[in-house]
């Protein structure tokens, strides 16, 4: 009987300094995976705090130096328009000031050529100093 009581616990004293290896390593993996988390979600905020910078648009620019992509968007898009003025903004994505007739529209694009939105001539908007 005492030779198994001395071979089980010469066997714990073995693999009680593994089990505690495993532990502080589980522990280690677990700190690493909430920290990899926490680093995602900061990452995740950070187009939504650069979409919340305001955008501006200034740099007035030629029609041959939009690109290629954004004129054949706005011309299969809106081909009852004229292009009125084109920016670049701040950001590099495009702002194309378009009319028919009376209405006046702003169409916008993002640096890579994307559509973003459209947005509708307004009385009290200061969008509408560029058609001055």
């Known amino acids: 009987m005492n030779a198994k009581i001395n071979r089980f616990t010469g066997m714990f004293n073995r693999v009680l300094p593994l089990m505690v290896i495993l532990s ?17 979600s900061s990452l995740e905020a950070r187009p939504q705090e650069q979409n919340q910078l305001e955008v501006t648009y200034e740099d007035e620019i030629k029609e041959n130096e939009v690109p290629e992509n954004i004129l054949l968007s706005v011309k299969d898009n809106y081909d009852e328009y004229k ?22 529209i702003f169409v916008f694009y993002s640096a890579a050529g994307d559509f973003q939105r459209i947005e509708q001539e307004a009385e009290d908007s200061s969008i509408n100093d560029d058609w001055r």
């Open 83 to 104: 292009i009125n003025r084109s920016h670049r903004g701040s950001d590099g994505s495009y702002r194309i000031a378009l009319e028919k007739g009376d209405e006046k």
């Open 24 to 40: 502080m390593l589980s522990s280690s993996i677990y700190a690493q995976i909430i920290e990899e988390q926490r680093t995602d």
